[in-house]
């Protein structure tokens, strides 16, 4: 009866698993939600995990609906880009594998006993009772082991949506620089035949001997300069529309994408917000996954109580700086404040254990502080931008119009000659190339500011190498 009721106990004490937990964990998607909420806020789309051939081939025929033989906008190209990229994918599928592990510590042990008749009975209950102890060690620790189990699975939804935001953001860049380079490319293209124009009027008055061999030499290497620019104007937008495909997930199949001539317009405001450095620190998902590291570590070294909180740098709210001027104003920048909890580790007897929460605690603390910097350089970067961009619009091109104006009136009233026209309206597709690029340069700075906010970084290894494609 003794060894009956110690089978029993072990077999109850071993089977403590956790119903809740499990059930959550053991969903085929289990944690996903999370990622698409987190992306639709971050980068206004909404990524799919295919887990059968069906739904392989059915997100194939929705992709292949959105961009076959289309002209496709940067949000399109986004939304393709986090449904079919093969590396993101795989991300998820680290999503579901933590998934597993965190089900499969909430299930515990498998209950097992073996017991051999042929020993003694004392031994056999001494047997039985090393058993129950070791299943009471057991469920002791399935709380313990089970919670630091949910924050991994959560650092790993984090993670999943970490390399969705850097992927969107990619794909947003990689997008913008397509677009840019075509649209220089025909800037180029425009300028090569003024060049061309005026070189065959060289052509025309050297053999009639109005123009010597040197301004003839003049003029046709500049069209010769501007045919090679041109030539690598159309590779560099090849080139940037290839790592666009690829980035999608479009790579060697029979889908026809276009990408627009040009950019979209200048914006009247740079979209980017002034309290970014707040936005920074309550969105960035590297934090997130750094404080839950924090607390992973403080569980399983039981460190419990937090002894006070402190901040990633040493500013106080409303911290006075002195201005320019002498007097004493407040930044509202140094007035945002990120907490750190700080546990007691006097009572630590593992130095491993200190070690792994001073390195915890300090990676989360630099992590804030780059989280400052980049979200004060994007906002820096934007405003910037912008602001030359609209000096390009607004001043420079206007200017310009204004020669090419008046250089055709006076061409008209015989007063310039065709060169001095052509090189006039030379210098103006010029200046249409350098406004062109600092349009495209703005909405470069714009998709920093979102990876600022959220901590998209580039190049993640769902985009895979770019030295494969160079």
């Given at each position: 009866m003794k060894a009956?009721l110690?089978?029993?106990t072990a077999?109850?004490?071993?089977?403590?698993?956790q119903?809740s937990?499990?059930?959550?964990?053991?969903k085929e998607r289990a944690?996903?939600?999370?990622?698409?909420?987190?992306?639709?806020?971050?980068?206004?789309?909404?990524?799919?995990?295919?887990?059968?051939?069906?739904?392989?081939?059915a997100?194939d025929?929705?992709?292949?609906?959105?961009?076959?033989k289309k002209?496709i906008?940067?949000?399109?190209?986004?939304?393709v880009?986090i449904m079919n990229?093969?590396g993101?994918q795989a991300?998820f599928?680290d999503?579901?594998?933590?998934?597993?592990?965190?089900w499969?510590?909430?299930?515990g042990?498998i209950p097992?006993?073996s017991v051999?008749v042929s020993g003694?009975?004392?031994d056999?209950?001494?047997?039985?009772e090393a058993?129950?102890m070791?299943?009471?060690?057991?469920?002791?620790?399935?709380?313990?082991?089970t919670?630091?189990a949910?924050?991994?699975?959560q650092q790993?939804?984090?993670?999943?949506l970490s390399?969705?935001?850097a992927?969107?953001?990619e794909?947003?860049?990689?997008w913008?620089e397509?677009?840019?380079a075509?649209e220089?490319?025909?800037?180029i293209a425009?300028?090569q035949?003024?060049a061309?124009?005026?070189s065959?009027l060289?052509?025309?008055?050297?053999r009639?001997?109005?123009?010597?061999k040197?301004?003839?030499?003049?003029e046709?290497?500049l069209?010769a300069?501007?045919?090679?620019?041109?030539?690598?104007?159309r590779?560099?937008a090849?080139?940037a529309?290839?790592?666009l495909?690829?980035?999608?997930?479009?790579?060697?199949?029979?889908?026809e994408?276009?990408v627009p001539d040009?950019?979209?317009?200048l914006?009247?405001?740079?979209?980017?917000?002034?309290?970014?450095?707040?936005l920074a620190?309550?969105n960035?998902?590297d934090l997130a996954v750094?404080k839950?590291?924090l607390?992973a570590v403080?569980?399983?070294?039981r460190?419990t109580?937090k002894?006070r909180?402190i901040?990633d740098?040493?500013?106080?709210a409303?911290l006075e700086?002195?201005?320019?001027?002498?007097?004493?104003?407040?930044?509202?920048?140094?007035s945002?404040?990120?907490?750190?909890?700080l546990y007691?580790?006097?009572?630590?007897?593992s130095k491993?254990?200190?070690?792994?929460y001073?390195?915890?605690?300090n990676?989360v603390?630099?992590?804030a502080i780059?989280?400052r910097?980049?979200?004060r350089?994007?906002y820096k970067?934007v405003?910037g931008r912008?602001?030359?961009a609209?000096?390009?619009r607004?001043?420079?091109?206007?200017?310009?119009r204004?020669i090419d104006?008046?250089?055709?009136k006076?061409?008209?009233g015989?007063?310039?000659?065709t060169?001095?026209?052509?090189e006039?309206a030379?210098?103006g597709?010029e200046?249409?190339i350098?406004?062109?690029?600092?349009?495209?340069?703005?909405?470069l700075a714009e998709t920093e500011?979102?990876a600022a906010?959220?901590?998209g970084t580039a190049?993640?290894?769902?985009?895979?190498n770019?030295e494969?494609m160079?």
């Amino acid at each position: 009866m003794k060894a009956v009721l110690i089978i029993g106990t072990a077999l109850l004490l071993s089977a403590c698993a956790q119903t809740s937990v499990v059930q959550m964990a053991s969903k085929e998607r289990a944690g996903f939600d999370t990622v698409q909420a987190g992306a639709s806020r971050a980068v206004g789309a909404s990524p799919e995990w295919a887990l059968s051939a069906g739904e392989i081939e059915a997100l194939d025929r929705r992709v292949h609906g959105l961009v076959h033989k289309k002209t496709i906008n940067a949000d399109t190209a986004v939304q393709v880009a986090i449904m079919n990229n093969r590396g993101l994918q795989a991300s998820f599928a680290d999503l579901g594998l933590s998934s597993t592990d965190l089900w499969e510590v909430a299930m515990g042990p498998i209950p097992s006993v073996s017991v051999s008749v042929s020993g003694l009975a004392g031994d056999v209950t001494r047997a039985l009772e090393a058993l129950v102890m070791k299943s009471v060690l057991d469920a002791a620790n399935q709380r313990p082991r089970t919670e630091i189990a949910q924050i991994r699975f959560q650092q790993a939804q984090l993670e999943a949506l970490s390399e969705t935001i850097a992927l969107a953001i990619e794909t947003r860049r990689a997008w913008i620089e397509a677009v840019g380079a075509f649209e220089k490319a025909a800037l180029i293209a425009e300028a090569q035949n003024t060049a061309d124009s005026a070189s065959e009027l060289a052509s025309q008055l050297g053999r009639t001997g109005f123009m010597s061999k040197a301004d003839q030499a003049r003029e046709h290497a500049l069209t010769a300069v501007l045919a090679v620019e041109r030539s690598e104007a159309r590779l560099e937008a090849q080139l940037a529309k290839e790592r666009l495909i690829r980035l999608m997930g479009l790579f060697g199949s029979p889908i026809e994408v276009f990408v627009p001539d040009a950019l979209p317009s200048l914006p009247s405001q740079p979209r980017a917000s002034a309290d970014i450095e707040r936005l920074a620190l309550a969105n960035r998902v590297d934090l997130a996954v750094g404080k839950l590291e924090l607390e992973a570590v403080a569980r399983e070294y039981r460190l419990t109580g937090k002894t006070r909180m402190i901040s990633d740098v040493s500013l106080a709210a409303g911290l006075e700086a002195e201005g320019s001027n002498g007097s004493t104003e407040v930044n509202p920048a140094l007035s945002v404040d990120f907490e750190i909890p700080l546990y007691d580790t006097g009572r630590l007897s593992s130095k491993r254990g200190q070690m792994n929460y001073l390195r915890a605690a300090n990676s989360v603390a630099q992590q804030a502080i780059n989280a400052r910097a980049e979200a004060r350089m994007a906002y820096k970067s934007v405003t910037g931008r912008h602001a030359v961009a609209r000096h390009w619009r607004d001043v420079v091109l206007p200017l310009r119009r204004t020669i090419d104006e008046e250089s055709l009136k006076s061409y008209s009233g015989m007063i310039t000659s065709t060169f001095e026209l052509l090189e006039d309206a030379r210098d103006g597709l010029e200046a249409q190339i350098g406004a062109a690029e600092a349009k495209r340069d703005y909405w470069l700075a714009e998709t920093e500011v979102t990876a600022a906010i959220w901590g998209g970084t580039a190049g993640a290894g769902a985009g895979g190498n770019e030295e494969d494609m160079e």
